[in-house]
Protein backbone atom coordinates (compact mmCIF):
# COMPACT_ATOMS: atom_id res chain seq x y z
CA UNK A 1 0.00 0.00 0.00
CA UNK A 2 1.44 3.34 -1.21
CA UNK A 3 2.77 5.79 2.12
CA UNK A 4 0.12 8.38 1.53
CA UNK A 5 -2.67 5.71 1.32
CA UNK A 6 -2.16 3.82 4.34
CA UNK A 7 -5.05 4.28 7.00
CA UNK A 8 -4.72 6.07 10.74
CA UNK A 9 -5.65 3.02 12.04
CA UNK A 10 -2.41 0.96 10.74
CA UNK A 11 0.02 3.71 11.90
CA UNK A 12 -1.69 3.96 15.62
CA UNK A 13 -0.99 -0.10 15.37
CA UNK A 14 2.67 -0.09 14.87
CA UNK A 15 3.04 2.82 17.21
CA UNK A 16 1.17 0.77 20.53
CA UNK A 17 3.90 -2.41 18.89
CA UNK A 18 6.30 0.34 20.54
CA UNK A 19 4.55 0.81 23.51
CA UNK A 20 3.89 -2.13 24.41
CA UNK A 21 7.20 -4.10 23.64
CA UNK A 22 9.62 -2.61 26.85
CA UNK A 23 6.91 -3.76 29.28
CA UNK A 24 6.48 -7.01 27.71
CA UNK A 25 10.69 -7.77 27.52
CA UNK A 26 10.85 -7.20 31.00
CA UNK A 27 7.85 -9.08 32.17
CA UNK A 28 9.02 -11.71 30.08
CA UNK A 29 12.72 -12.11 31.47
CA UNK A 30 11.26 -11.64 34.47
CA UNK A 31 9.30 -14.77 34.72
CA UNK A 32 12.05 -16.60 32.67
CA UNK A 33 14.45 -15.74 35.45
CA UNK A 34 12.43 -16.34 38.45
CA UNK A 35 12.36 -20.25 36.49
CA UNK A 36 15.89 -20.63 36.45
CA UNK A 37 18.08 -22.38 38.83
CA UNK A 38 20.74 -20.80 40.13
CA UNK A 39 20.30 -17.55 38.24
CA UNK A 40 20.81 -13.86 40.19
CA UNK A 41 18.46 -11.02 38.90
CA UNK A 42 20.44 -9.04 41.40
CA UNK A 43 23.84 -9.68 39.90
CA UNK A 44 23.59 -11.58 36.38
CA UNK A 45 22.56 -9.56 33.22
CA UNK A 46 18.94 -10.57 30.80
CA UNK A 47 21.22 -12.06 28.42
CA UNK A 48 22.32 -15.09 30.70
CA UNK A 49 19.02 -16.11 30.14
CA UNK A 50 19.51 -17.41 26.85
CA UNK A 51 22.15 -19.31 27.63
CA UNK A 52 21.40 -22.89 27.44
CA UNK A 53 18.64 -25.73 26.99
CA UNK A 54 15.60 -23.28 28.29
CA UNK A 55 17.62 -20.58 26.88
CA UNK A 56 15.32 -20.26 23.65
CA UNK A 57 12.69 -18.22 25.93
CA UNK A 58 14.63 -15.65 26.36
CA UNK A 59 16.02 -15.89 22.91
CA UNK A 60 12.23 -15.88 21.46
CA UNK A 61 12.02 -12.61 24.09
CA UNK A 62 14.36 -10.91 22.38
CA UNK A 63 13.43 -11.40 19.11
CA UNK A 64 9.78 -10.58 19.62
CA UNK A 65 11.16 -7.29 21.55
CA UNK A 66 12.95 -6.64 18.44
CA UNK A 67 10.01 -6.93 15.87
CA UNK A 68 7.72 -4.34 17.91
CA UNK A 69 9.95 -1.82 17.90
CA UNK A 70 11.08 -2.55 14.11
CA UNK A 71 7.47 -2.01 13.70
CA UNK A 72 7.13 1.02 15.49
CA UNK A 73 9.67 2.87 13.92
CA UNK A 74 7.51 3.14 10.89
CA UNK A 75 4.83 4.28 12.89
CA UNK A 76 7.29 7.08 14.43
CA UNK A 77 8.49 8.13 11.00
CA UNK A 78 5.16 8.62 10.08
CA UNK A 79 4.29 10.62 12.89
CA UNK A 80 4.64 14.53 13.68
CA UNK A 81 8.29 15.52 14.13
CA UNK A 82 6.92 17.92 16.64
CA UNK A 83 6.01 15.07 18.58
CA UNK A 84 8.65 12.54 18.12
CA UNK A 85 12.08 14.95 17.03
CA UNK A 86 14.31 14.30 14.40
CA UNK A 87 14.19 11.79 11.55
CA UNK A 88 17.15 10.31 12.98
CA UNK A 89 14.99 8.72 16.11
CA UNK A 90 12.70 7.04 14.27
CA UNK A 91 16.12 5.31 12.38
CA UNK A 92 17.27 4.45 16.14
CA UNK A 93 14.43 3.14 17.28
CA UNK A 94 14.51 0.90 13.89
CA UNK A 95 18.23 -0.03 15.25
CA UNK A 96 16.91 -1.44 18.48
CA UNK A 97 14.93 -3.30 17.11
CA UNK A 98 17.70 -5.23 14.42
CA UNK A 99 19.72 -4.75 17.87
CA UNK A 100 17.03 -6.96 19.91
CA UNK A 101 16.68 -9.08 16.71
CA UNK A 102 20.13 -10.04 16.54
CA UNK A 103 20.64 -10.39 20.27
CA UNK A 104 18.14 -12.72 20.01
CA UNK A 105 20.15 -14.69 17.12
CA UNK A 106 23.36 -15.11 18.80
CA UNK A 107 24.34 -16.17 22.39
CA UNK A 108 26.33 -14.61 24.97
CA UNK A 109 29.15 -15.81 26.61
CA UNK A 110 28.47 -17.02 30.44
CA UNK A 111 29.51 -14.50 33.33
CA UNK A 112 29.45 -15.03 36.95
CA UNK A 113 29.30 -18.36 37.22
CA UNK A 114 26.05 -19.09 35.35
CA UNK A 115 25.01 -21.62 34.20
CA UNK A 116 26.16 -23.42 37.38
CA UNK A 117 28.21 -26.57 36.95
CA UNK A 118 27.85 -29.33 38.73
CA UNK A 119 30.34 -31.51 40.32
CA UNK A 120 31.46 -33.25 36.98
CA UNK A 121 32.40 -30.01 35.27
CA UNK A 122 29.10 -29.83 33.09
CA UNK A 123 26.78 -27.12 33.41
CA UNK A 124 23.50 -27.81 34.54
CA UNK A 125 21.94 -26.40 31.37
CA UNK A 126 24.37 -28.96 29.08
CA UNK A 127 27.14 -26.25 28.07
CA UNK A 128 30.58 -27.55 28.35
CA UNK A 129 33.32 -25.60 29.56
CA UNK A 130 34.91 -24.72 26.54
CA UNK A 131 31.37 -22.70 25.83
CA UNK A 132 32.89 -20.55 29.11
CA UNK A 133 35.31 -19.05 26.40
CA UNK A 134 35.04 -16.19 24.47
CA UNK A 135 32.97 -17.06 21.25
CA UNK A 136 32.00 -15.48 17.94
CA UNK A 137 28.37 -15.59 18.77
CA UNK A 138 29.39 -13.85 22.22
CA UNK A 139 31.12 -11.54 20.42
CA UNK A 140 28.28 -10.32 18.02
CA UNK A 141 25.46 -10.62 20.85
CA UNK A 142 28.33 -7.72 22.32
CA UNK A 143 28.06 -5.87 19.10
CA UNK A 144 24.24 -6.09 18.48
CA UNK A 145 23.81 -4.11 22.08
CA UNK A 146 25.61 -1.31 20.98
CA UNK A 147 22.32 -0.15 18.69
CA UNK A 148 20.45 -0.74 21.81
CA UNK A 149 22.20 0.65 24.74
CA UNK A 150 23.88 4.07 22.50
CA UNK A 151 20.49 4.25 20.15
CA UNK A 152 18.24 4.66 23.02
CA UNK A 153 20.19 7.24 24.86
CA UNK A 154 20.51 9.39 21.64
CA UNK A 155 17.27 8.93 20.39
CA UNK A 156 16.42 10.43 23.80
CA UNK A 157 18.42 13.71 23.82
CA UNK A 158 17.75 14.59 19.98
CA UNK A 159 14.20 14.36 21.01
CA UNK A 160 14.66 16.69 24.09
CA UNK A 161 16.44 18.98 21.49
CA UNK A 162 13.48 18.99 19.66
CA UNK A 163 11.14 19.24 22.72
CA UNK A 164 13.50 22.00 23.86
CA UNK A 165 12.62 24.08 20.61
CA UNK A 166 8.97 23.87 20.96
CA UNK A 167 9.38 24.72 24.30
CA UNK A 168 7.97 21.39 25.71
CA UNK A 169 10.09 21.56 28.69
CA UNK A 170 8.46 18.68 30.61
CA UNK A 171 8.95 15.92 27.65
CA UNK A 172 12.46 17.55 27.08
CA UNK A 173 13.36 17.10 30.95
CA UNK A 174 11.80 13.46 30.75
CA UNK A 175 14.14 12.85 27.62
CA UNK A 176 17.59 14.15 28.24
CA UNK A 177 16.96 12.64 32.20
CA UNK A 178 15.83 9.17 30.56
CA UNK A 179 19.00 9.25 28.45
CA UNK A 180 21.46 9.97 31.13
CA UNK A 181 19.88 7.19 33.56
CA UNK A 182 20.20 4.50 30.65
CA UNK A 183 24.22 6.02 30.24
CA UNK A 184 24.80 6.27 33.93
CA UNK A 185 23.12 3.07 35.10
CA UNK A 186 24.65 0.85 32.22
CA UNK A 187 28.26 1.93 33.08
CA UNK A 188 27.71 0.88 36.74
CA UNK A 189 26.23 -2.36 35.07
CA UNK A 190 29.61 -2.50 32.69
CA UNK A 191 32.09 -1.60 35.54
CA UNK A 192 30.25 -4.80 37.90
CA UNK A 193 32.13 -6.87 36.21
CA UNK A 194 35.30 -5.76 36.30
CA UNK A 195 37.79 -7.92 38.36
CA UNK A 196 37.96 -5.73 41.48
CA UNK A 197 34.59 -4.30 41.17
CA UNK A 198 33.00 -4.17 44.51
CA UNK A 199 29.57 -3.49 42.37
CA UNK A 200 29.83 -7.10 40.94
CA UNK A 201 26.66 -8.28 43.58
CA UNK A 202 24.75 -5.36 41.69
CA UNK A 203 25.47 -5.72 38.09
CA UNK A 204 21.47 -7.25 37.31
CA UNK A 205 20.11 -4.72 38.91
CA UNK A 206 22.29 -1.82 37.37
CA UNK A 207 21.54 -3.83 34.25
CA UNK A 208 17.57 -3.63 34.86
CA UNK A 209 17.47 0.26 35.62
CA UNK A 210 19.11 0.82 32.19
CA UNK A 211 16.03 -0.97 30.59
CA UNK A 212 13.89 0.47 32.74
CA UNK A 213 15.19 4.02 31.93
CA UNK A 214 15.59 3.38 28.54
CA UNK A 215 12.99 0.89 26.91
CA UNK A 216 10.21 2.86 29.42
CA UNK A 217 11.14 6.50 27.41
CA UNK A 218 10.57 4.36 24.09
CA UNK A 219 7.47 3.45 25.99
CA UNK A 220 6.62 7.13 26.61
CA UNK A 221 7.69 8.54 22.98
CA UNK A 222 4.98 6.05 21.29
CA UNK A 223 1.99 6.98 23.31
CA UNK A 224 3.27 10.41 22.64
CA UNK A 225 3.15 10.00 19.06
CA UNK A 226 0.11 8.15 18.96
CA UNK A 227 -1.65 10.96 20.58
CA UNK A 228 -0.84 13.39 17.93
CA UNK A 229 -1.74 13.51 14.53
CA UNK A 230 1.33 12.94 11.45
CA UNK A 231 3.08 16.01 9.86
Known amino acids: MPKAARPPQDNTTRLLCGAIAGPLFASGFTAIGATRAGYDWQRLPVSSLAIGRHGWLQRLNFIVAGLLYSCAAGGLRRSASRRVGPRAVPALVAG ?16 G ?16 SGARATTLAGRLHNLFAIPIFAGIPIAAMASAATALRSRNYRWACYSAASSLA ?6 LFGSAFGDD ?8 I ?9 F ?14 AD
Open 182 to 187: MIGTFA
Open 216 to 229: GWLTGLSLRAVSSP
Open 96 to 111: VGMGLIGSGMFVTNPV
Open 113 to 128: GFPPATSGGASLDHTD
Open 206 to 214: FQRLSIASG
Open 197 to 204: SGRASRGG
